[in-house]
């Protein structure tokens, strides 16, 4: 009967140095395709208003940008001067 240190592949440098780089590789392509995926998430989620903070306050009713505007409170103040 063999010992088990002849059938293990992991005794063997090669084998076992390329399996930890291609696991590293591996790893580090999943972290920058997070990194991207949250970068690109983020630029979605401010949206296209000139300004990402209100100059009104959230006030709406008297803003010069509000049909340009893409934030919560614009949208609202649109949606309910649709309504009426």
Not at 9 to 19: E, I, N, S, W
Not at 70 to 81: F, V
Request: hydrophobic share 30%.
């Amino acid at each position: 009967m063999k010992s088990y240190e002849q059938h293990s592949d992991q005794k063997d440098p090669k084998k076992h140095g390329r399996r930890n780089f291609l696991l590293g590789l591996g790893r580090i392509t999943v972290l920058g395709g997070v990194i991207i995926a949250g970068y690109v998430m983020k630029k979605q989620r401010n949206g296209d208003c000139e300004v990402e903070r209100c100059p009104n306050g959230n006030v709406c009713r008297n803003c010069t940008i509000a049909g340009q505007c893409n934030l919560p409170s614009a949208i609202a103040a649109r949606r309910d001067a649709e309504r009426k």
